[in-house]
């Protein structure tokens, strides 16, 4: 899963969002990391949707304007807590590999 789709399904998990919701919710679950313009923003969404991790929640006009809003589907929700759990289990085994570089063994080759 790439990093925009990661941040883009937890964005969701709370609330349907539209468009410019999405990339203001990614920017800060990011902390300014993941910026996402609208273009990319709708590509992601359509291969979201194909995948079956997303849809369309509902649609409504705004300034003369259609709004949609996605929600993350079940499937969405299983994906998303995939990567987490394969993200978390990475996070660790770095941490435990630094930790033992900080401290190692004597007459080991560091």
Not at 5 to 19: M, V
Not at 31 to 52: E, M, N, T
Not at 77 to 96: G, H, K, P, T, Y
């Amino acid at each position: 899963m790439t990093e925009p789709a990661f941040f883009i399904l937890t964005a969701l998990l709370d609330a349907p969002r539209h468009g410019y919701g999405i990339v203001a919710e990614v920017a800060e679950l990011s902390r300014g990391r993941v910026q996402l313009k609208i273009g990319s923003l709708y590509g992601a969404l359509d291969r979201l949707v194909g995948d079956g991790l997303v849809e369309l929640d509902r649609e409504e006009a705004w300034q003369g304007r259609l709004r949609r809003y996605y929600r993350v589907t079940e499937q969405g929700r299983d994906a998303l807590d995939a990567e987490a759990q394969r993200l978390a289990a990475n996070a660790r085994l770095a941490s435990i590999r630094l930790r033992d570089r900080r401290n190692p063994i004597p007459g080991t080759p560091s």
